[in-house]
């Protein structure tokens, strides 16, 4: 009886010894941020997050202001080495992956210029509802300018996060 209990104790102390010796990753980028990565996005539910930070490098092919909910739309070719961020969706979007940056943010990240090289850093999700991957929200763009959200834009999206309605 004693044995099979040293046994035990032994097995648990290393057990514990283990879990204390885990290496801290570093985040893949400065730029990633801590709490909720989706944060002041329209309809969360829908995006499922596989990494709450990753970074991408690539060109943009097309930049688009999305009127609905605020957010600037970005399809970006992923470098070779990033492809592995895209899924079978992604076709769809010719290849791309997307990147939105959020109205609340624009104050903070640049948007980009279509055909810039950028490094992109944010949340990597699914778009369940569209069925491809996307960086979103976008925290950190490499290149490009700061184009804030007008008050008239940070008003609609407020509301529209408060009641799911878009202003009549």
């Known amino acids: 009886m004693w044995r099979a209990a040293f046994v035990l104790t032994l097995f648990l102390v290393c057990c514990t010894a283990a879990c204390s010796l885990r290496r801290q990753v570093a985040p ?69 992956l997307i990147v939105e940056i ?26 369940t509802e569209h069925g491809w991957s996307e960086l979103h929200p976008a925290w950190w763009i490499s290149a490009g300018s700061i184009q804030p959200a007008t008050d008239q834009e940070l008003r609609a999206v407020r509301l529209l996060l408060q009641t799911g309605q878009a202003e009549p």
Do not use: M
């Open 28 to 96: 893949p980028s400065p730029h990633c941020r801590g709490g909720n990565p989706l944060a002041g996005v329209y309809h969360p539910q829908r995006l499922v997050v596989k990494s709450r930070c990753r970074v991408a490098i690539g060109t943009v092919h097309e930049v688009k202001f999305e009127e609905y909910d605020g957010d600037v739309h970005i399809d970006l070719r992923p470098d070779q080495p990033y492809e592995n961020l895209l899924s079978d969706g992604n076709g769809r979007v010719g290849g791309n």
């Open 102 to 127: 959020i109205p609340q943010d624009r104050s903070r990240v640049d948007v980009p210029p279509v055909g810039a090289r950028i490094e992109v850093v944010g949340p990597w999700v699914d778009d």
